[in-house]
């Protein structure tokens, strides 16, 4: 006999563990279909996230209507966010002579970690990746260049404020003070980011020092070829092995639609109110930027609302079956030995990584709150509170599913011809660039 409206901490504990197959069998299929099958997957990706997220929300809408409700509303304020400051910061154009250098890319990633805490990491990206891609438009390979954009863009950096990253807003309305990050967790940003756009440095200079020395031996090449024509066809003259230099035409930045940068504030000061108020003032910004800015600044942006629906697709299939790992997490956390921060970073940070930072985030804090710690802020000892932070926000780097803009900035890219990493080719680039870091973060700050 069905048991209606279940109460959640005991369906926790009843639901078995082949629960999660769903959300498992969903993450396999957007690591492995568009590797092997990218035809089936473009056509009918959204098919297969309702054919995962379906049944599952059908299960709890009677077993946990209440549970699905929430869930359900979360989502729909994810995405109103998300679309809002994708369709603003699209709106943005920045024009100009940048040439993508190791030295302009890395100021690039260092600018746009600060911005994350003032626009959040979704806008902070949508804003930059646009630009950072025009100015790396004639290099050869430019994946690494947005493999490093999401790892500190599009989540390291939006470590220091409550609007830096959804768990740490969500923290926030938990009764996390708005700049606690800021003053408890400022040098821990501060390694992990240097650390990172330092690697990047190394990494970029090396693959643009092997591009220009192929340059410069195809121009050899050319120079060569042309001398053997003249020595045959004219008379002899002297040439000089270097390319003749021509003076570069300097072209100052310039910005259009600058009357998005007030709605991008509106969209970021509406995150303060409450729902429906936050979602209405994100749509009715959303929707005068569409109104207010003319249809050939998107065009030259090479803007596309493919991305943003993209996302919102399979993240409706990722919020339907992670009910369950969510349950199960929350009613058996703490007979999984979860202790001392260092515990904490890591379970938050690897769960983090294949779920939505945000929930996991609220997880571990339910946990720590359990533990009995000494209560100092929002119920949780200033130690946990730090672990579970930087777990959440650091860790949703290592895959492309671990938070939101991470998707975004790849299909973005691959819209302009970038060939980006598979699923497994990213966690590749993460597992040799990030966890080293995390390592050393774990032995220097836990």
């Not at 154009?93 to 970690?113: D, E, H, T």
């Not at 570069?248 to 969209?267: C, P, R, Y």
């Not at 995150?271 to 979602?279: D, H, K, Q, T």
Request: hydrophobic residues 55%; charged residues 10%.
């Amino acid at each position: 006999m069905l048991m209606f409206a279940q109460d959640p901490l005991v369906l926790g504990l009843t639901l078995p563990f082949w629960s999660v197959l769903p959300f498992v069998g969903l993450l396999l299929a957007i690591a492995l279909f568009p590797v092997f099958a990218p035809a089936f997957w473009l056509r009918h990706y959204g098919r297969v996230s309702l054919a995962f997220g379906l049944p599952t929300a059908a299960y709890f809408a009677v077993r946990a209507p209440g549970e699905l409700l929430h869930l359900s509303m979360e989502y729909v304020s994810f995405v109103v966010l998300l679309g809002a400051l994708f369709i603003v910061s699209g709106g943005i154009l920045f024009r100009g002579a940048m040439r993508g250098s190791p030295a302009v890319n890395s100021v690039f990633l260092a600018g746009g970690a600060v911005l994350a805490n003032l626009l959040g990491t979704t806008g902070a990206s949508m804003l930059l990746i646009r630009p950072l891609l025009r100015a790396n438009a004639g290099r050869k390979r430019s994946a690494h260049v947005v493999v490093f954009f999401i790892f500190v863009v599009a989540n390291i950096g939006g470590l220091l404020t409550a609007i830096g990253d959804p768990p740490l807003f969500l923290g926030y309305l938990k009764g996390v003070p708005f700049f606690w990050t800021l003053v408890h967790m400022k040098w821990m940003w501060f390694f992990v980011v240097t650390t990172v756009i330092s690697v990047f440095y190394m990494v970029d200079r090396r693959v643009f020092m092997i591009e220009q020395r192929a340059r410069e031996a195809a121009t050899a090449d050319e120079a060569k070829g042309v001398r053997h024509a003249a020595s045959v066809f004219t008379a002899p003259c002297v040439f000089s092995d270097a390319a003749p230099s021509l003076p570069e035409e300097k072209v100052s930045v310039s910005v259009k639609g600058k009357i998005n940068f007030l709605l991008l504030a509106a969209v970021v000061g509406s995150v303060f109110l409450s729902s429906p108020w936050r979602e209405i003032l994100m749509a009715a910004a959303a929707a005068a930027s569409i109104w207010l800015t003319p249809a050939a600044i998107r065009k030259e942006n090479g803007f596309t609302y493919h991305p943003i629906n993209e996302v919102a697709i399979l993240f409706a299939g990722i919020f339907a079956t992670i009910l369950p790992a969510m349950l199960i997490l929350k009613a058996r956390g703490v007979g999984l030995g979860i202790t001392n921060p260092a515990h904490f970073f890591w379970a938050t940070g690897l769960l983090s990584s294949f779920l939505d930072n945000a929930p996991t985030y609220l997880v571990f804090l339910s946990l720590a709150q359990s533990l009995g710690d000494v209560s100092q802020v929002a119920g949780v000892s200033a130690p946990l509170l730090k672990a579970i932070s930087a777990g959440a926000v650091f860790m949703g780097a290592n895959t492309y599913i671990g938070n939101a803009p991470n998707f975004m900035v790849k299909a973005i890219a691959e819209e302009t011809g970038v060939r980006m990493p598979s699923f497994f080719g990213y966690m590749g680039w993460s597992c040799v660039v990030l966890l080293p870091v995390f390592i050393l973060v774990t032995l220097i700050f836990f």
